[in-house]
């Protein structure tokens, strides 16, 4: 199994909807969680951390975690065209205490 | 404050050449890594530093050298370019270990 793991998508969502973004990781004992979005030929910009089970809104972000099942998510309401990008989730790892990321999923938010 | 910032933006280097990608970040952070990314592969880790004069093997060392002399700033050295190290480089820095990174806005390097 994949330290983190992302579909890399595209995933396409009609403006105005929910966009649903997950991320499984191998590392049982992690306790950190990271999205970070990157425009093309940008560099990657964190937008949600989450260290508890449950979940954690900031505007028209929601994190979730479950630590049980070894995955975390992103939700993005009112998707807007800006929104269009690629995610990468990025998980704390308990055995060294290095940072992982996922390769990351595109998202398409269709006008 | 800059944050993150990072020097030259584009590079095209020739097989064999020498060259020093800059770092430099204003947050008073003790870690900084560099990451390069390949399109489709994610970021890969190539060496972190915890502190000035401590520096550490990433992922993906090997055709890179770092020194760390300062707590701000972070160089990362290709010594003999291959083609293999066409990719775009990131210099990133968080306050704590296993804590959120702040990127700078890359390199994109061409060898040929």
């Known amino acids: 199994q994949k330290e983190v793991e992302q579909n890399s998508g595209p995933l396409s969502v009609p403006e105005g909807a929910i966009a649903s973004l997950n991320c499984t990781y191998s590392?049982?004992?992690?306790?950190?969680f990271f999205w970070y979005r990157q425009y093309s030929g940008k560099s990657p910009e964190l937008i949600m951390f989450?260290?508890?089970?449950g979940d954690k809104e900031d505007g028209r972000f929601t994190a979730q975690l479950n630590k049980a099942s070894q995955y975390v998510s992103l939700l993005i309401r009112d998707s807007q065209p800006s929104d269009s990008a690629t995610y990468l989730c990025?998980?704390?790892?308990?055995?060294?205490?290095?940072?992982?990321f996922g390769k990351g999923t595109r998202l398409h938010i269709l006008p | 404050n800059a944050g993150v910032t990072q020097t030259p933006k584009f590079r095209i280097l020739k097989i064999g050449q020498s060259m020093t990608l800059q770092c430099t970040q204003d947050?008073?952070?003790?870690?900084m890594y560099w990451y390069r990314q390949d399109p489709g592969m994610g970021l890969k880790l190539i060496y972190y530093?915890?502190?000035?004069?401590?520096?550490d093997k990433g992922e993906v060392p090997n055709g890179y050298n770092v020194s760390r002399s300062t707590t701000e700033d972070f160089p990362l050295r290709l010594e003999l370019a291959a083609p293999s190290q066409t990719s775009v480089y990131f210099c990133?820095?968080?306050?704590?270990?296993?804590?959120?990174?702040?990127f700078g806005p890359g390199t994109r390097l061409t060898v040929t």
């Open positions: 990133a820095s968080s306050s704590r270990t296993g804590g959120e990174q702040y």
């Open positions: 590392d049982r004992g992690s306790q950190s």
């Open positions: 989450i260290y508890s089970n």
């Open positions: 990025a998980v704390n790892m308990f055995r060294d205490d290095k940072i992982i």
């Open positions: 947050m008073n952070h003790n870690y």
């Open positions: 530093s915890v502190g000035a004069g401590i520096t």
